[in-house]
């Protein structure tokens, strides 16, 4: 399943590093995506439910830490030319859940940049539930849930997820690997009653 999400975002001239919120908790959604069995369109309201990382967060500190197997792409394409990043560290705050991503410096270091500061202002996540949703009438809250790979897109859903910045390898608080989470999560909590929730339309 693709959820994409709204995102203002700032870059620093040698940004490889992005801070972002990549959903939001409390926020409902209407979604209307197509049925990958039966090809029928299924229309329905989503949460995401606090917790619901829990077990990706968990392995991540069985492995050392960092989910690095969450692949930073652009626009959903698949195979490993696409890959522009991976996710160096997941943490769940008051309202959302918060990331961050590593680009790699290949070639298309400019270009990835200039896309996520001029066209691609939206983050979208791949998942798969882990456990079923608790279904409510016609909403469903997701409890438990596995991200495949964030992707940059165009395309906002969720008004409430933010990128924050993307930071210089020069930072010396983005080479120790840890962000600053106390300044992130003050901006995320000032942010958390500004936009209302939009409307989600994926094909």
């Not at 500190?61 to 197997?69: E, F, H």
């Not at 882990?130 to 997701?142: C, N, S």
């Amino acid at each position: 399943m693709i959820r994409s999400f709204a995102l203002p975002l700032t870059l620093d001239a040698d940004g490889r590093t992005v801070f972002g919120r990549i959903f939001p908790f409390g926020s409902i959604a209407h979604i209307r995506e197509r049925n990958a069995i039966t090809g029928d369109i299924d229309e329905y309201d989503e949460e995401f439910l606090p917790g619901c990382t829990e077990r990706m967060r968990q392995v991540a500190m069985s492995r050392g830490g960092a989910p690095a197997w969450i692949k930073f792409t652009l626009d959903h394409e698949v195979g490993f030319d696409h890959r522009v990043g991976y996710c160096t560290t997941m943490a769940e705050a008051e309202g959302g859940v918060d990331c961050s991503f590593k680009l790699y410096a290949d070639a298309r270091l400019d270009k990835v940049r200039s896309m996520l500061g001029e066209s691609h202002t939206g983050l979208s996540i791949e998942f798969d539930d882990l456990a079923p949703p608790i279904i409510e009438g016609t909403l469903q809250r997701r409890r438990q849930i596995n991200i495949g790979a964030v992707t940059a897109t165009p395309i906002p859903v969720y008004a409430e997820a933010r990128v924050l910045a993307l930071r210089s390898d020069e930072d010396p608080v983005t080479n120790a690997g840890t962000p600053k989470l106390d300044a992130v999560r003050a901006m995320l909590a000032a942010m958390d009653s500004s936009d209302p929730a939009a409307v989600a339309v994926e094909p």
